[in-house]
């Protein structure tokens, strides 16, 4: 393979050590996948780069978490609403996401708008999380004598928005890492510095 022909076996266990793992998918992935990564490990990022990286995810994260957490109770507590309402919204927005999360990843190496593929969905992403987050823990607007299935609507289309705009940011963050890493030694420390940031925000 491209990998073992410029490190051979040996080279890749004196060189990087404990990070070898990383190679064991190049028996996995195409040969144009490797070649790729073999061009793009020769440029390595600056400190900008690794920073914006590190903080790319921070707002998906609060909002997962807050999603996770507070949501069914903000449902049923706040909003006095049944539980089937709250399950029925909850479902609404899982199941939007596992669609969405493989349409993103099929669609983010497809579209390209002149920013960057990565860099459009990422944007793309975060305008959506932050327009529709807060929609969903508010008053449905004009909804004062609307029955539930408008309530539902409501919600509900608010909640398939930020479950989209979740899953470009997510996909998009994650596939930045072999663009901006210039060795896998930076494809570890860009990993564990979103995964630190991730854990300090809940």
């Known amino acids: 393979s491209g990998i073992n022909a410029e490190y051979g076996s040996s080279g890749i266990n004196a060189e990087y050590g404990d990070i070898q793992v990383l190679y064991i998918f190049n028996r996995l ?3 144009s996948s ?6 793009i490990v020769k440029s390595p990022p600056g400190i900008a780069a690794e920073f914006g990286f590190s903080v790319g995810h921070i707002l998906n994260d609060l909002c997962s978490s807050c999603w996770f957490t507070y949501l069914i109770i903000y449902l049923t507590d706040v909003k006095k609403e049944s539980k089937n309402f709250a399950g029925i919204l909850m479902l609404i927005g899982q199941f939007a996401d596992g669609l969405a999360t ?18 459009t969905w990422h944007a793309i992403g975060t305008i959506c ?32 928005l930020f479950q989209f705009g ?4 997510q996909i998009s963050h994650l596939s930045l890492i072999p663009v901006i890493a210039g060795s896998p030694e930076k494809i570890i420390f860009l990993t564990q510095s979103g ?6 925000v809940g």
Not at 34 to 39: A, L, Q, S
Not at 129 to 149: H, K, L, P, R
Not at 195 to 200: D, H, P
């Open 166 to 169: 979740w899953a470009s940011t």
């Open 129 to 160: 999380v932050a327009m529709s987050f807060g929609f969903i823990f508010n008053q449905c607007i004009g909804c004062e004598t609307a029955t539930t299935t408008v309530h539902r609507a409501y919600y509900g289309s608010f909640i398939v």
């Open 102 to 119: 493989p349409l993103v990843g099929i669609l983010i190496d497809k579209i390209n708008c002149g920013y960057g593929r990565r860099k």
């Open 29 to 31: 992935l195409p040969q």
């Open 34 to 39: 490797m070649m790729m990564f073999d061009r």
């Open 195 to 200: 995964l630190g940031l991730r854990l300090c």
